[in-house]
């Protein structure tokens, strides 16, 4: 599981300035979610809305508090896909409490986003020429405001804003803004794909609570694309084919639901009356018909849209780049396709190809665990320097091939690393077990198919296929940064 979303005793902190602002009014203790019926019907209604954010929901009612009361800032985060974004909104609509909503994925610059922010208050005229200006503006929209009752800001996507110029500085500046500007009614809450440390570390000051929203089981997959079904049994028989390999390519509910809607047509075309509950002999019938598209369907999933692959020069010793797959910008369709084990398969296959394998013992404990210092310790100078001698020259040779076995053995390895190390990750890796091994073939096929990797050929002395890895050491990154895998550790340097 993701890293559990704290309870509201233990993640109530005191931030530096509630600490030492004496007048400030203390945060509101969190409180259960009213019970009027009207209220808990309406509840319902929103639980029901969201499948699989219940822990979500009731926590952010609870952190958010009564409507008069100030809050610390929230920070929302988890993957792409759950529900981050939708929940948020919904519990604002149920709660019938005024908000900004700012997505900075769409702003592209900090002029954009605080002009964004001020029209959406109400000061549509004012122009941000600098960061300054921005908080200045904003304090007299809440003063202007002042009713007494809380408006919060809502930051979607804070992630995109270290990507702009001066990121850093914008960054800082939006999560600082309680620490300056709590007193005048304003709630803030920031969503983000990246975990809260990648905040905390680096903004000593911006002390959050934080609300995890772990990836979508398998079951709460289900649930969510049943949500709204004209037809449910017939869906259901559909969904009963398709969702399994489907889930293995991708869990996220956008590309899920825009791959299986037109198969979903497709699948009804050979009946005439919808409403049929279909028996076994039916639902084999319609399976037969639809395996075909379904196998098409998966392939497509790993497209990358031409427009998005650019150019880029080869680092780190790999010279050669798939033909027609470049990279850099390609980085972002990749993700937007990319299902968690394939990312997984790829930086493996990244690796193999880089590190010489009589690095792998020393990369990689008999557990999986990332022991290399130790081992190296134990290793004699000459042994190290013809390991040495040997990774140089894989080097300068460019990407190496490997059989499927070692590529298999790196995968578990650095898999079961994960499960230990990372609260986002853990979640997906227990949650698919072994369903991401047995997978691994699928992904395989898909990886070579979409020129990530490709077979090399039989090696002469073993008789088998072996495969190469195509892609480079900055596409490697940040594959891995996707995944926060500590791919760095794991790559052998001159
Ligand atoms: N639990 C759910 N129930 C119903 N629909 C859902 C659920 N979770 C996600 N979705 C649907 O998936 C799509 C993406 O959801 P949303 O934008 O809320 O995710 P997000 O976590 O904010 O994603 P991102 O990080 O990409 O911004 C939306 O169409 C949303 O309706």
Redo the contacts with the bound molecule.
């Keep these: 599981m993701g890293k559990q979303p704290k309870t509201p005793e233990s993640a109530r902190r005191t931030t530096r300035s509630t600490s030492s602002v004496s007048p400030a009014p203390t945060p509101s203790k969190p409180s259960a979610p009213p019970k009027t019926p009207e209220l808990s019907s309406s509840l319902n209604q929103l639980l029901s ?5 219940k822990p979500q929901i009731l926590d952010l009612i609870r952190f958010l508090g009564p409507s008069n009361a100030p809050c610390l800032p929230l920070l929302l985060y ?10 948020v909104l919904k519990v604002f609509e149920h709660l019938k409490r005024p908000f900004v909503y700012s997505s900075c ?1 769409s702003c592209h610059n900090p002029r954009i986003l605080f002009e964004l922010v001020l029209s959406q208050l109400g000061s549509s005229q004012k122009r941000c020429k600098k960061m300054s200006d921005f908080f200045n503006y904003l304090k007299e929209a809440l003063v202007e405001r002042n009713n007494g009752e809380m408006v919060y800001l809502i930051f ?2 804070i992630e995109s804003v270290r990507s702009w110029d001066n990121g850093s500085k914008v960054l800082s500046l939006l999560l600082t803004l309680y620490d300056k500007l709590q007193s005048d009614g304003l709630g803030l809450i920031y ?1 983000s ?1 990246s975990t809260p440390d990648v905040y905390l570390l680096r903004f000593g000051l911006f002390q959050p609570i934080d609300l995890c ?1 772990p990836d ?1 089981t398998f079951e ?1 997959t289900h649930s ?1 694309l049943m ?1 709204n079904q004209a037809y449910p049994k017939l869906y259901s028989s559909f969904l009963s084919v398709v969702l399994r390999p489907f889930t293995r390519v991708t869990r ?3 590309e899920l ?1 825009s791959a299986l809607d037109p198969l979903y047509k497709k699948y009804c075309e050979p009946l005439t009356d919808l409403t049929i509950i279909p028996n076994e002999a039916m639902k084999r019938r319609l399976c037969d018909y639809i395996w075909p598209h379904v196998t098409a369907a998966l392939n497509q999933t790993f497209t990358i849209p031409p427009r998005a692959l650019m150019e880029k020069g080869s680092t780190g010793g790999i010279k050669r780049q798939p033909s027609g797959l470049r990279n850099e910008t390609g980085l972002s369709e990749l993700d937007f396709h990319m299902s968690v084990s394939a990312k997984y398969l790829l930086i493996s296959a990244f690796l193999a190809s880089r590190n010489p394998a009589t690095l792998d013992a020393a990369l990689f404990d008999s557990t999986g665990g990332c022991d290399g210092r130790k081992r190296k310790r134990k290793s004699s100078q000459s042994v190290i320097d013809k390991k040495n001698t040997r990774a140089e020259e894989m080097l300068t040779k460019g990407p190496g091939t490997f059989p499927l076995e070692r590529l298999l053995a790196i995968f578990q390895c650095i898999t079961s690393v994960l499960e230990e190390d990372s609260p986002l990750n853990e979640g997906k890796l227990l949650e698919n077990g072994v369903g991401m091994m047995s997978d691994v073939l699928l992904q395989l096929s898909t990886l070579c198919s979409s020129s990530f990797l490709c077979k090399s050929g039989n090696c002469p002395l073993e008789g088998s296929v072996r495969y190469r890895s195509m892609i480079d050491e900055d596409m490697a990154l940040k594959v891995a940064r996707s995944v926060n895998f500590p791919l760095s550790n794991y790559v052998y340097r001159r």
Excluded: C, V
């Design positions: 809305s969201l499948p699989g954010r988890g993957n792409a896909s759950t529900g981050k974004t939708s929940t994925r979607d996507s969503i794909r929203f979508y709460e969510i949500r996220r509910i956008d639901a």
